[in-house]
């Protein structure tokens, strides 16, 4: 799996956030725009935070996951005018 990560100032992104500080997974994954868990905690690594806490399930995740449901393609021809 090829993980790539852009670089942010974390000053800028996480300014509630120090260096050591401890935060839970999940509220990290939603500040990472809900990243995989492992980009997630690569990126927490970087920027020195303790991530705490298991992980979820994600209902913004599986919601974007989601299939959404077949549309039928068949038109149905008016028979009368207006109609």
């Keep these: 799996m090829c993980i790539k990560l852009f670089l942010v100032d974390h000053d800028v992104a996480t300014p509630a956030l120090s260096k ?3 935060i839970s997974y999940n509220e990290l994954h939603g500040k990472f ?3 995989h868990e492992e980009c ?3 990126m ?5 935070l303790c991530v ?5 399930k994600c209902e913004d995740c599986t ?9 039928s393609k068949e038109v149905d021809q ?3 005018l207006g109609e």
């Design 40 to 42: 997630v905690r690569v």
């Design 52 to 56: 705490t806490g298991k992980v979820e």
């Design 63 to 71: 919601i974007g996951k989601a299939k959404q449901a077949n549309i």
């Design 78 to 80: 008016a028979s009368k």
């Design 44 to 48: 927490a690594k970087r920027i020195k």
């Design 20 to 22: 050591n500080s401890k």
């Design 33 to 35: 725009g809900h990243a």
